[in-house]
């Protein structure tokens, strides 16, 4: 005999027009815990990120000079002559054992891996991770690899984050969220760039902006800045004149900047794919370990006739922005590490993409700036502006992450006159990237491995939705002593999925449907309905998202919701099935197309259609 009991709720109705107001509603108490996690993570990945870049320092010093120093120096003015060509095979060389025997995450620019690791890894992520990528880049780059290492440092940093939350035993969701905040405190750290370390997390690996991530990032990011400034005070990591424009009539030459920039994008993002398989299929025993090794063996060439290209090229992109450089070497400078970049990375060793990319829309932009000031004299600001706006463009394109890209050279910059023409540039140049190109460069080694992956998101349409915008007004009830023989006589196959019972004051006891009618084998006997009620459904209430009524049922794993007006006692005012919660589907492709289909629910919203905005 069924359960005659009123179904426990977890809401008060009485107080229900108070929960705005409660503690915990808007931001739920754990998030405080995973912020103080947060904070340490944060301390932790700016002390990893200055680690990683004093032992780059000390490979260089032993690779390109030959003694024990962790002072810095430019790999590009050394005096190895041809013997700089093999320099860089000894770190590739390395680099591939340690791919092949030990970690093969080590391989690629550090992002894409944390990347599958939250979307498909429930934010797991390796300790040899954590130890190895460090040494792996610092090899990688000391010996001459033409990259950055913001990349190494957000996979790492976002190691670190992962293994701390596996080790509290917390769930996938907070494991992402200290993930993110290490890989946000590594950006952070590098470039004293706090505002660019959020954003990265949320374009790249949170897809989401909501205060329970979004706390705790920014947390993680401000602390590990400090650590920065602790270590290297806060002198701009490269500094440059205050920009600023001729005039609005200028912005056109910023918005041809974007589209170039644009083009540039699309281009680097296919052939580093193309290399990447030509790579993978060279027809060479244990390629994984010696494909890097080619690779820096063709960067070595390179570096011989343009050294430039050697390590992460800060001194040159301070050059570019500075004014420094002739249009001829700028040409080639961008050239050289473009090739550079490709070749090294397609080849399967480890370092960041984004100081490369600065180089490479840096020596474009600033070589279009010149240009452009011998064809219009008057119009042209400074060429090192173009450069600047470039580089955004360049970045903002290749890895589908404008805002990150927009404030960290408006950071780098500290000149607020720079936003216009970087927002400019950078959003023509993500909209050209996106209308040629399907994948990102963070996103292309994915998909090639048959994920299914977009850096595109927004508020799910189950937020955007109140519960009564899909409930059911039309519905019978049934009296809890109504007999079972008199429902069946009176019963029609057009009713709804199912009918609440109540009780003679209105207030729902259970639910019945169909078949829970037609399976008694005596139809005769005095059965009354509170007997065959079931309590397998949720209470809800008008207002409600539907997301949060939907996480009710799946906890529960019911797919029945009765809605009640609060404050009365529990009476139906509404029902709703999951299945009227899919239609929400169609009613967002209806907002996205344009098209409207015929209504079929009996609802209020059904013949205007339900504003979901």
Not at 262 to 273: D, H, N, Q, T
Request: glycine share 10%.
């Amino acid at each position: 005999m069924a359960d005659l009991s009123v179904p426990e709720v977890d809401r008060n109705p009485a107080s229900e027009s108070h929960r705005k107001g409660q503690f915990g509603v808007a931001l739920e108490p754990e998030a405080v815990k995973i912020c103080g996690f947060a904070l340490l993570v944060g301390l932790v990945g700016g002390l990893v990120a200055q680690g990683l870049l004093e032992l780059i320092y000390f490979f260089t010093n032993v690779f390109f000079y030959g003694h024990f120093s962790f002072t810095l120096h430019n790999p590009a003015q050394n005096h190895l002559h041809l013997w700089v060509i093999l320099i860089p095979a000894i770190g590739g060389l390395v680099v591939g054992l340690l791919i092949y025997f030990f970690e093969p995450t080590l391989k690629g620019h550090g992002i894409p891996e944390a990347m599958e690791a939250v979307l498909f890894g429930h934010s797991r992520m390796r300790l040899r991770v954590a130890i190895l990528k460090p040494l792996a880049t610092a090899l990688a780059i000391g010996t001459g690899g033409p990259f950055g290492a913001e990349g190494p440092i957000i996979q790492t940093g976002g190691a670190l984050g992962s293994l701390l939350g596996q080790a509290l035993g917390l769930s996938p969701y907070y494991r992402r969220v200290l993930l993110a905040s290490g890989a946000a405190a590594g950006m952070a750290a590098t470039f004293t760039a706090p505002l660019a370390g959020v954003l990265v997390a949320v374009e790249l690996l949170l897809f989401e902006l909501r205060a329970r991530s979004f706390i705790p990032v920014a947390l993680a990011a401000a602390v590990a800045t400090g650590v920065r400034v602790h270590f290297a005070g806060w002198a701009p990591l490269f500094p440059m004149p205050e920009y600023k424009i001729t005039g609005t009539s200028e912005l056109w030459l910023f918005a041809l900047l974007g589209i170039l920039m644009g083009l540039v994008s699309v281009v680097m993002i296919r052939v580093l794919a193309w290399l990447e398989d030509f790579f993978d299929a060279l027809p060479v025993p244990y390629a994984a370990i010696w494909s890097p090794a080619i690779g820096a063996l063709i960067l070595g060439v390179i570096g011989y006739f343009c050294p430039q290209v050697f390590g992460t090229s800060y001194d040159t992109i301070r050059d570019m922005l500075n004014d420094r450089l002739s249009l001829g070497s700028l040409a080639s400078i961008s050239f050289a590490k473009f090739w550079a970049l490709v070749i090294s990375l397609g080849s399967g060793t480890t370092g960041g993409v984004f100081a490369p990319s600065l180089v490479v829309g840096g020596g474009l932009g600033a070589a279009f700036g010149i240009g452009c000031a011998h064809l219009f004299p008057h119009l042209v600001s400074d060429p090192g502006f173009y450069a600047l706006a470039a580089m955004a463009g360049v970045f903002g394109g290749i890895a589908r992450a404008p805002f990150t890209s927009i404030v960290f050279l408006a950071e780098l910059s500290h000149n607020p006159n720079s936003l216009l023409p970087l927002i400019l540039t950078v959003m023509i140049s993500d909209g050209v990237t996106r209308l040629l190109s399907r994948d990102s460069i963070m996103t292309v080694k994915l998909v090639k491995r048959g994920l299914i992956v977009t850096q595109d998101y927004s508020v799910p349409v189950l937020m955007r939705a109140r519960i009564d915008e899909v409930m059911h007004t039309q519905f019978r009830t049934l009296q809890g002593d109504e007999e079972l023989r008199n429902v069946i006589q009176e019963f029609s196959p057009g009713d709804v999925g199912f009918i609440p019972v109540v009780n003679a004051a209105g207030t729902v006891q259970g639910i019945v449907e169909a078949h829970d009618l037609l399976r008694i084998e005596q139809p005769d006997h005095h059965f009354r309905m509170r007997e065959l009620a079931r309590q397998d459904y949720v209470i809800a209430y008008p207002g409600e998202s539907v997301d949060r009524v939907q996480r009710d049922m799946m906890l529960k794993n019911v797919e029945n919701v009765v809605v009640v007006k609060p404050g009365d006692g529990l009476k139906p005012v509404g029902i709703v099935r999951a299945n009227d919660i899919l239609h929400l589907r169609r009613w967002l492709l209806e907002e996205e197309t344009g098209e409207q289909r015929r209504a079929t629910l009996d609802h209020p919203a059904e013949s205007s259609g339900v504003n979901l905005g």
